[in-house]
């Protein structure tokens, strides 16, 4: 894949997992062909449709309409949830669901821990898209566990029962019939 192939939007949780710095410049040897850049997370938009076409988009938020008004609202009822409700919005870009369920405080106490790691569920319609998002999960230390298409991401959104527990990744799998 080449270097322009690649957009991580919204590495906090990576940051938290210790695969990048503060400033955002990729720390593993692996990740040397990702481009460097520095997210304002204060933003509310990270991407263009211009820059994302072709690229990898990690969508690791939610929507909760106390914060985001309407909008959540629209993107719950998406019949492919919020993460194909935002992938709409950015035709052409390689839309994986990621990283969204577990409090960012779990994953940076739990990372690498021995055992069962935990699971991050992900979805999407572009299996190198998610083969890379996996790689990121499991060089984050955690277990990265394939849910499927874009459409199932709807079920690891807040209000399902995985979202927000810090289950194993055993344990998802045997709830998503893995």
């Not at 990270?46 to 072709?54: C, D, I, R």
């Not at 409700?85 to 994953?107: C, D, H, I, Q, S």
């Not at 106490?109 to 996996?134: K, N, T």
Request: aromatic fraction near 8%; hydrophobic fraction near 40%.
């Amino acid at each position: 894949m080449k270097k322009s192939q690649i957009a991580i939007i919204m590495v906090v949780a990576l940051a938290l997992c210790g695969l990048v710095r503060a400033d955002d410049k990729p720390v593993k040897k692996k990740y040397d062909k990702a481009p460097e850049m520095k997210i304002d997370v204060n933003k509310k938009y990270f991407a263009t449709l211009e820059t994302s076409k072709g690229k990898i988009v990690l969508d690791t938020g939610n929507a909760y309409e106390r914060r985001d008004g309407a909008a959540a609202h629209d993107a719950a009822a998406h019949r492919q949830g919020s993460a194909g409700w935002a992938a709409e919005m950015f035709p052409g870009a390689r839309w994986v669901k990621a990283f969204n369920t577990v409090y960012f405080k779990t994953l940076e106490s739990e990372a690498h821990r021995q055992g069962d790691r935990v699971g991050i569920p992900l979805a999407s319609d572009d299996p190198d898209a998610m083969d890379l998002a996996a790689s990121l999960v499991r060089d984050a230390g955690l277990d990265p566990v394939i849910v499927g298409p874009l459409a199932r991401g709807k079920e690891f959104e807040p209000d399902t029962p995985p979202y927000n527990t810090g289950m194993s990744g055993r344990q998802l799998r045997a709830l998503f019939g893995e």
